[in-house]
């Protein structure tokens, strides 16, 4: 029926680089962005060729990247917002790019990509938002996030935050991809032994109580 017939049409491979050139990226071009980025989480083998040279002059970029991750519901995208809301204020002339990655479900094998929700100072062509799936369970990233930060340093974004999904308690993978980790919990993390347990701890180089203004949170 019609039903079908529409699903069939929209099954296809997306993230079509046909065409794109290096110097699209470097140029900032948007869709060349985050078409690039979808090559390289569907079909990495397709654009080693861009990549890789993207990879190699990535060495030699100085923009930082910020990584922000936490326990789930502890505030990371809310806190992201506020920070661009204040970066793009204080720093008129300058653009910021955001990799948000959400778990991958492991029963269903889908996402959602809700952090953009939160996020309310990003309608400006001066932030480039990308939400990624881990695309695999019991991961804090995607296993491609390196070629986005990569792709995203390359447009010429002065800052980049790369956001995880929530993590538990001995998970530290950020602390790889990022030149600034901080760390995001809540006042209720059980007893002060708890504490010990959380390996972030011993990496994160800022760690935020959020909620902290909440009632019984000292």
Same mark, same amino acid.
Do not use: W
């Given at each position: 029926?019609?039903? !079908?017939?529409?699903?069939q049409? *929209?099954?296809f &491979?997306?993230?079509?680089? #046909?065409?794109?050139?290096p @110097? /699209?990226? $470097?140029?900032? #071009?948007?869709?060349a962005?985050?078409?690039?980025?979808?090559?390289?989480?569907n079909?990495?083998?397709?654009?080693?060729?861009? +990549?890789?040279?993207? +990879? /190699?002059?990535?060495?030699?970029?100085?923009?930082?990247? =910020?990584?922000?991750?936490?326990?789930?519901?502890?505030g990371?995208?809310? =806190?992201? /917002?506020?920070?661009?809301?204040?970066? =793009?204020?204080? !720093? &008129?002339?300058?653009k910021?790019?955001?990799?948000?990655?959400?778990?991958?479900?492991?029963?269903?094998g889908?996402?959602?990509l809700?952090?953009?929700?939160?996020?309310?100072? %990003?309608?400006?062509? $001066?932030?480039?938002?990308r939400?990624?799936?881990t $695309?695999?369970?019991? $991961?804090?990233?995607?296993?491609?996030?390196?070629?986005?930060?990569?792709?995203?340093?390359?447009?010429?974004?002065? =800052?980049v935050?790369?956001?995880?999904?929530? %993590?538990?308690?001995g998970? +530290?993978?950020?602390?790889?991809?990022?030149?600034?980790?901080?760390?995001?919990? +809540? &006042?209720?993390?059980?007893?002060?032994?708890?504490?010990? #347990?959380?390996?972030?701890?011993?990496?994160? @180089?800022?760690? *935020?109580?959020?909620?902290?203004?909440?009632r019984? *949170?000292?």
């Open positions: 029926g019609m039903i !079908n017939d529409l699903l049409k *929209a099954d &491979p997306v993230g079509d680089v #046909k065409g794109l050139k @110097d /699209d990226i $470097r140029q900032g #071009k948007t869709h962005i985050a078409s690039l980025i979808t090559a390289a989480e079909n990495p083998q397709s654009i080693k060729s861009i +990549t890789g040279t993207l +990879t /190699d002059e990535c060495e030699g970029l100085t923009s930082p990247v =910020l990584g922000i991750t936490g326990t789930g519901g502890a990371k995208s809310s =806190l992201v /917002d506020e920070l661009v809301r204040r970066f =793009l204020q204080a !720093n &008129p002339e300058m910021m790019a955001i990799l948000s990655v959400d778990p991958t479900r492991r029963k269903s889908g996402a959602l809700g952090d953009r929700i939160r996020m309310n100072a %990003i309608n400006t062509p $001066r932030v480039f938002m939400s990624m799936a $695309r695999q369970a019991h $991961r804090a990233l995607s296993k491609y996030i390196n070629d986005a930060v990569c792709i995203v340093k390359n447009a010429g974004f002065d =800052l935050i790369l956001e995880s999904s929530g %993590i538990g308690q998970d +530290t993978e950020i602390v790889d991809y990022a030149d600034i980790s901080l760390y995001v919990m +809540t &006042p209720e993390y059980g007893a002060a032994s708890q504490l010990e #347990k959380i390996d972030m701890l011993d990496f994160a @180089d800022v760690i *935020a109580i959020n909620k902290s203004d909440k019984g *949170a000292a």
